[in-house]
C-alpha cells in the first residue's frame, strides 16, 4: 500500500485501536443511552409484527373504544395496555407506528443532508476559486433562513398545490427532501474548513504525484480523514430532524393523522388535556422525549469519543 492510501485509511485504524465500544461501556450514561436507543430502533422496526394493532387499518378502529385509559387507570380494557386516542385507535400501537415513521424520517434527511453537504464542501475546500464562492454564498443565504420556518413555507405551498389526498400520500417523502435540503451548509460549511487544512499535506501531494484524480483524492484520502465531526453533526441532525417532523406534524402540516406520528399524535391529544385525557398526548410526548434525549446523549459521548485531543487516552 503507498503513502497516501495509508494515510487515508490511518484514521479507522486509530478508531478501532482506540476501542469506541470499551469507551462506550466506560461512559455509563452514554451505554444506557445507546441501550435505550437500540431498544427503541429495533421496536421501531419490528412495529408492523409487533404492535397489537394495525393503526392504518381502518377496518381496526371503533370509535366506541376511542379515550379510553391506560392499564393503571379505571375503566381500561386489557386489549388496549396504554389505552386509545379520539379515533378509537389503540395507543401502544400508534406509539410504535410513531417511533418507525420518525425513526425513517430522520435517517433519510439527514442521509440526503450528509451526502449534499459532503458533496459540496469537498469541492468547496477542494477546488476553491469560483465554486468555493458559488457554494459558500448558497450556504450562507441558506442559512439566513430558520430550517423549520423554511419547511413550513414549502410544505404550505405544496399541500395547497397538490391537494390533501396527494398530499397525505407524499408527505413522508417531502419531509425527507424538505428537512433535507434545510440543513446541508452545516456539513458543507465543517467540510470545507477541514478540507483546506488538509489538502495542502504531503500525503494529499503524494497522491496527486502518483497521478490519482481529484475524485479518487478527495473521497479515499481526503474525506476519511475529515469524517470525525461530520458523523458527530449527523447524529444530533437526527434528533433535530426528529423534532422538526414532530413539530410540523403537531401543526397539521406534517404527516396525516391517518399515518401516526408522535408529533401528530401529541396534536390530536391536546385538544383533550383540559378535559382529563392526558394519556392521549402525554405518553407520545414521553416516547418523543426518550427518543431525542437518548440520541444527543450518545452525540456528545461520540463528539468526545472522535476528539483528536482524546485519541490515545484510556478510558
Not at 450562507?140 to 414549502?154: E, G, H, K
Not at 397525505?168 to 483546506?196: E, N
Request: hydrophobic fraction near 50%; aromatic fraction near 12%.
Amino acid at each position: 500500500m503507498n503513502a497516501a492510501k495509508y494515510h487515508g485509511h490511518h484514521v479507522w485504524r486509530r478508531f478501532r485501536r482506540q476501542q469506541l465500544w470499551r469507551q462506550l461501556k466506560a461512559n455509563k450514561t452514554a451505554f444506557v443511552s445507546a441501550i435505550i436507543l437500540l431498544t427503541l430502533g429495533a421496536l421501531a422496526l419490528l412495529a408492523p409484527w409487533i404492535s397489537p394493532f394495525d393503526p392504518t387499518n381502518m377496518q381496526q378502529q371503533n370509535i366506541m373504544d376511542a379515550e379510553l385509559p391506560p392499564f393503571w387507570q379505571p375503566g381500561n380494557e386489557s386489549r388496549f395496555l396504554l389505552g386509545t386516542d379520539g379515533l378509537g385507535r389503540d395507543l401502544l400501537s400508534s406509539i410504535l407506528y410513531g417511533l418507525k415513521n420518525s425513526l425513517w424520517i430522520g435517517f433519510w434527511a439527514v442521509l440526503l443532508q450528509f451526502s449534499l453537504g459532503t458533496s459540496l464542501g469537498l469541492c468547496a475546500g477542494y477546488f476553491g476559486g469560483w465554486a468555493d464562492r458559488i457554494i459558500m454564498s448558497l450556504a450562507d443565504f441558506q442559512l439566513t433562513f430558520s430550517s423549520l420556518m423554511l419547511a413550513i413555507l414549502v410544505l404550505a405551498i405544496t399541500r395547497a398545490a397538490m391537494g390533501a389526498h396527494d398530499y397525505h400520500i407524499w408527505s413522508p417523502w417531502l419531509l425527507v427532501i424538505v428537512l433535507g435540503l434545510a440543513d446541508w451548509p452545516q456539513y458543507a460549511r465543517t467540510l470545507r474548513a477541514s478540507v483546506l487544512a488538509e489538502k495542502h499535506k504531503d500525503y494529499i501531494a503524494a497522491a496527486q504525484v502518483l497521478g490519482y484524480k481529484s475524485r479518487h483524492i478527495m473521497v479515499f484520502h481526503i474525506l476519511p480523514n475529515t469524517l470525525s465531526p461530520l458523523l458527530v453533526i449527523a447524529t444530533l441532525q437526527i434528533a433535530h430532524v426528529i423534532l422538526a417532523e414532530a413539530a410540523l406534524s403537531f401543526l397539521g402540516i406534517g404527516m396525516p393523522y391517518a399515518n401516526p406520528s408522535l408529533g401528530g399524535l401529541m396534536g390530536a391529544g391536546f385538544e383533550y388535556m383540559l378535559s382529563g385525557i392526558w394519556w392521549i398526548a402525554l405518553l407520545p410526548g414521553l416516547a418523543l422525549l426518550t427518543l431525542l434525549l437518548s440520541i444527543n446523549l450518545v452525540a456528545d459521548w461520540l463528539r468526545d469519543a472522535l476528539d483528536p485531543k482524546n485519541l490515545g487516552q484510556r478510558p
